[in-house]
């Protein structure tokens, strides 16, 4: 690959099964040089329900090959937009994550996108951690750290992404590398939107729960909230990792519940396995930066301003884009593993040493 910096087109399908983001970032693999353009392209109602079909899935398991079919349709229509792109990098759909037993499964082919594409697409990203005894993710940290870089930081900050799952990168921006000791802490804090829009879905037939309008009329029933807190999940040490579907008791716990407080307990629980994360932190960061679209529920939003001590903004008021933070982060990954440096470590996945994950298909 060329010297310095390159145009990058990263691509995430999430966890909230909405649709894929796509964007542009223009890296060396160590800074950002600045940010190109983006797209997204939505998941008709009959893909998501394809998709939601062959959640917890494996690789030759019944539904995986007309999940496969929906992501690769998708993302061949919307890369295929794009101009000027020197490297692909390529997510696909996370169906199932089990790093300490079956692994962890990304539906999609790199080799047919970078042939449909012709271009060189990175893929496969989080198997090569999984198998060196880490968690497979966050593997968005490292892109964190230089995020903070690029803003400016020169106190430690954090960023939570709040998707289906939430994710939470403690920064030290003053520490030069992000694979150095106490650049950064990361690990996943909780479920975040999945199960408010499995609710509405469930019960209303929505999507999600649009600016918190449904949780906003309820109440936190509190009884729920303790039980879901006593999952030993929260007093974890990090690094640590969630399946989308990782507690299911979380339904049962609201299924007495008018829609309105189990939409507001589900979205209490959300705040506060992010409140219980925050307790991880090495030291207190000077701005919480939300990415994300849980940053565009209000409910959850002040359920966090009112328990923090630091502020709580959406990362627009630092410049960057918070729907297309985790698809500029696959591409900055994409330029890491091409030229060979790691794309997380012992402090991210809680991999034994530094490792870049990702396969490289070329055209
Ligand atoms: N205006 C809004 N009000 C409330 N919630 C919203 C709003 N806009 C988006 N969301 C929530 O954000 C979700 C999409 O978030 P995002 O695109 O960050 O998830 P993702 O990338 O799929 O997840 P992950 O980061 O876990 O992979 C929606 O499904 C919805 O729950
Ligand atoms: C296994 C998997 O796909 N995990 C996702 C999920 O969605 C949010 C959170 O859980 C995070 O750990 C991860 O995605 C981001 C992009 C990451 O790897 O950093």
Redesign the pocket.
Known sequence: MQKGPVRALGA?S?????GV?AAVVVTDGVEIHGFGESDYRVYSEEERTVLHRALGQWPNDPDVAAARDVVMRAHEALLAKFRDVDIVGFHGQTLAHDPRGRGTHQVGDGDLLAATLGLPVVWDFRSADVEMGGEGAPLVPFFHHACARYIGATEPVAFL?????GNLTWVDPRVERAEAEGAVLAFDTGP??AP??DLLRDRRGL??????KLAMTGKVETGALELFLDDPYFSRMPPKSLDRNAFPEMMSLVRELSDADAAATLTGMAAASVLRGMEHCPESPAQLLVC???R??PVLMEMLRVALDCPVQPVEEVGLDG?ML?AQAFGYLAVRVARGLPTSGPSTTGVRMAVGGGQVSRP
């Open positions: 995430m999430g966890t909230s099964l909405d983001d992404n709040l998707g289906g799952v975040a939107n408010v829009n999507d999600y729960d649009e600016d918190g994300g679209g849980g565009k529920n729907d985790e």
